[in-house]
Nanobody
Framework: QVQLVESGGGSVQAGGSLRLSCAATGRTFSNYGMAWFRQTPGKEREFVAAISGSGDRTDYVGSVKGRFTISRDNAKNTMYLQMNSMKPEDTAVYFC??????????????????WGQGTQVTISS
């Protein structure tokens, strides 16, 4: 079992920055591929970014490339999402997710076994 808790959400103006954190407890953190997803009311959960267990590989959805950076600190059992140059369309509830297997980096939410409770991010224009 892995427990995930997100933090760092909030409200900022367009062009601003936020950093989300996802703290994990339970099994060996580096054995899990991790990802961030986001969801708005009435829409399916959307892939944002993923990172391998060691942190040497990352992947992003096109709309956030160059603005968001995913990273992890395995010594602290924590994953991060640095979000810069934010836009109103980034407004969503952001979730972190974990998939067993250090090389797992799926775009698909159903391949992740563990989820946090979500944190709200609101960007005003």
């Amino acid at each position: 079992q892995v427990q995930l808790v997100e933090s760092g959400g909030g409200s900022v103006q367009a062009g601003g920055s936020l950093r989300l954190s996802c703290a994990a407890t339970g099994r060996t953190f580096s054995n899990y591929g991790m990802a961030w997803f986001r969801q708005t009311p009435g829409k399916e959960r959307e892939f944002v970014a993923a990172i391998s267990g060691s942190g040497d590989r990352t992947d992003y959805v096109g709309s956030v490339k160059g603005r968001f950076t995913i990273s992890r600190d395995n010594a602290k059992n924590t994953m991060y999402l640095q979000m810069n140059s934010m836009k109103p369309e980034d407004t969503a509830v952001y979730f972190c997710a974990a998939a067993p297997g250090e090389h797992r980096m799926s775009l698909y939410s159903d391949e992740y076994d563990y989820w946090g409770q979500g944190t709200q991010v609101t960007i005003s224009s």
